[in-house]
């Protein structure tokens, strides 16, 4: 069994920054890669961004510059610092991972329930 729990959402102001943490736990051997996909009312999740086992990161075009991901190897979290949030960040915001249970296990894909993230003009 394979958890991934978000926290650090809320409800800011534009300009304002947010730090989103996600916990990995569960029966993992590695985590391949982990990131940040977020979902708008009325629209598809879409990638934020994601970083590998070697830390190479990819950001989506309308984040780049303003948020930044790193992972904790450790205590397999990752982590989103969100700054100068603008009103159309706003959404839910879902940590996924592809993780190893063993070995020899091919990777699967997990994902959190969510948490929201609410910015006010």
């Known amino acids: 069994q394979v958890q991934l729990v978000e926290s650090g959402g809320g409800l800011v102001q534009a300009g304002w920054s947010l730090r989103l943490s996600c916990a990995a736990s569960g029966s993992i051997f590695r985590i391949n890669s982990i990131g940040w996909y977020r979902q708008a009312p009325g629209k598809q999740r879409e990638l934020v961004a994601t970083?590998?086992?070697?830390?190479?990161?990819n950001y989506a075009d309308s984040v780049k510059g303003r948020f930044d991901i790193s992972r904790d190897n450790d205590k397999n979290n990752v982590y989103l610092e969100m700054n100068s949030l603008k009103p159309e960040d706003t959404a839910v915001y879902y940590c996924?991972?592809?993780?190893?249970?063993?070995?020899?296990?091919?990777?699967?894909?997990?994902w959190g329930q969510g948490t929201q993230v609410t910015v006010s003009s």
């Open positions: 970083i590998t086992a070697g830390s190479s990161t």
């Open positions: 996924n991972a592809v993780i190893q249970r063993s070995s020899w296990a091919r990777g699967n894909g997990y």
